[in-house]
């Protein structure tokens, strides 16, 4: 036999004649085949069962403790936490704030590499001390990334802060995603050398994919050429892209517009800047061009955002609507009405306003979302829009509603945009009855957020005698406007339903009675 030329299966594990010991081999077992391990690991549930499993055997280690440290339950500040695993000689100087000049040795850095290698996702919120930390081990071993593996990141900053960012930048990163305030200027990035290095670098990343700066304003930046440049360049390779800025600039837009991967984009239409696209080029290319793309977020005044679903005609998968002014149910349907391209494909639907409506202008909220009872895959329904007592959904119309939706699993409906005296104060629980969450738990099995208003919870429902099966789902469960004098009974009968559930009462007048 010319063994050069032999079959790589001949001496395979499951090989039979020649070889007998390797023939009478067994094949693995499922705990045996990595990949199937972290799948039947990942179904326990809770973090000490995969610390058990990790304990068990050392086969075992690696993929149970790479679920648990793929995306670690810090406070957003993974190094102050993980500064334990360097020898205790070495966490000392490390706590509580390191000298910038302190250098690690490259030996020290083994536990800690073993655990950062399995991170996948971080949140990093405080830059203090965090960011001095990330320094001095950055320092210790340039070019070598703190998290090698990391695929998201949440950055938090105030002030200039971000410039201290540059450490968690890993190259493996996918996703960004950056919030941003400062007291003096909400959200507002001012041109800072730290800070424009740090925003270069995310914008180069080489595996970018995701980026969110949605609650980051960057308008000085907008007439920096290096900036845009690299913002251009981002733009032709992420396939989403969210930005309060340059996104409608003209050379950042067309590039989005050929963009064969982008699939999500915010658009301002509110912006009128110099250099910017206008309504009716952006509403013209969006119908034209952007091949793939079935997810906008949109800011918009007035019917600026309607105009744009009816003008492009796409069928989307998620729409994000967020209007600077005044939204009641009135504009509400002509919003959903517009949305009628996307009855087989929308799955996410939010809108939101910025200011209270006018109560003149009358719609009930039944007919301002009964567009969407054609939209069977809806799994995610959030309003933020004004709505009073008289126009709040009825429970006859509850069971016509949540049955066109069996996925859903977010409903949540907020009556007042404005902080303040509640709207309707004086007669709440004038919609709903505690009789609707009943209907709505048939409907709907996977649901997991609940927020409504107006719930009248005078009287609690018998559940004798009527068929339900309770969800072992856990449930955000939020009752608002209400006159929630009896809170212990009406989560007694929440907790049949969902046993799982938190229940919580927001704006409610009465004094809570009972424990």
């Known amino acids: 036999m010319n063994h050069a030329n032999a079959s790589p299966l001949a001496n395979g ?16 077992t499922a705990l045996e085949i990595p990949e199937l391990l972290v799948l039947i ?8 069962d995969l610390v058990n499993v990790a304990c068990t055997a050392r086969r075992f280690s690696d993929s149970a403790l790479r679920l648990l440290w793929e995306n670690p339950d810090f406070p957003g500040n993974p190094l102050k936490n993980m ?10 100087m490390l706590l509580p704030q390191p000298d910038p000049s302190l250098r690690i040795p490259h030996h020290a850095f083994g536990r800690f590499d073993y655990y950062a290698k399995f991170v996948r996702h ?3 919120w ?6 001095r930390i990330a320094r001095v081990l950055d320092a210790s071993r340039p070019n070598l990334p703190l998290f090698p593996s990391l695929e998201s990141i949440h950055l938090g900053a105030d002030d200039n802060s971000l410039q201290m960012a540059a450490p968690f930048l890993s190259p493996s990163l996918r996703t960004v995603r950056v919030n941003h ?8 990035l001012h041109s800072d050398p730290g800070v424009t290095k740090t925003l270069l670098l995310i914008l180069r990343l080489p595996e970018l994919d995701q980026l969110d700066l949605l609650d980051t304003r960057l308008p000085s930046y907008e007439t920096d050429p290096v900036v845009v440049d690299a913002f251009v360049h981002a733009a032709s390779r992420v396939s989403m892209l969210y930005s309060l800025d340059f996104t409608t600039l003209r050379p950042v837009f067309d590039v989005l517009a050929r963009n064969a991967k982008l699939t999500a984009v915010f658009l301002d239409l509110t912006c009128n800047g110099v250099g910017h696209y206008l309504f009716d080029d952006i509403a013209r290319r969006v119908r034209h061009e952007f091949l793939r793309l079935d997810t906008i977020v949109m800011q918009a005044m007035d019917t600026q955002g309607i105009d744009l679903l009816q003008e492009s005609r796409r069928a989307l998968k998620r729409v994000d609507f967020r209007v600077h002014g005044p939204f009641e149910p009135m504009l509400l349907l002509k919003l959903t009405t517009a949305l009628q391209p996307s009855a087989n494909s929308l799955q996410i639907f939010r809108c939101s306003t910025s200011e209270r409506g006018d109560h003149s202008k009358r719609t009930s909220l039944y007919d301002a979302i009964s567009p969407l009872r054609h939209m069977p895959h809806l799994r995610k329904i959030v309003m ?15 069971a016509v509603l949540f049955r066109c939706w069996p996925n859903l ?36 099995p996977s649901l997991t957020e609940l927020s409504v208003p107006f719930v009248d919870t005078m009287v609690i429902p018998s559940l004798t005698g009527i068929p339900y099966t309770m969800s072992r789902l856990p449930l955000d469960l939020r009752l608002s406007r209400c006159h929630a004098h009896n809170r212990p009974a009406i989560k007694r009968f929440v907790e049949a339903i969902w046993p799982e559930a938190e229940c919580s009462f927001e704006d409610c007048s009465c004094v809570q009675s009972g424990v």
Not at 181 to 188: F, K, L, R, S
């Open 126 to 131: 405080s830059f203090d001390p965090d960011a």
């Open 83 to 92: 500064v334990t695993l360097f020898p205790d000689n070495i966490k000392s």
């Open 41 to 48: 690991l990942s179904l326990l549930s809770s973090s000490w």
């Open 181 to 188: 305030w400062d007291a003096g200027t909400p959200a507002v």
């Open 13 to 28: 594990p499951w090989s039979v004649g020649r070889n007998s010991a390797v023939a009478s081999r067994a094949p693995p």
């Open 384 to 398: 933020s829009i004004t709505v009073h007592a008289e126009d709040m959904l009825r429970d006859e119309h509850i």
């Open 122 to 124: 971080l949140q990093v």
């Open 409 to 444: 699993t977010v409903w949540v409906l907020e009556s007042d945009p404005e902080d303040g005296t509640p709207i309707d104060l004086d007669s709440p629980g004038s919609g709903l009855t505690l009789q609707s969450l009943l209907t709505i738990r048939r409907c709907c």
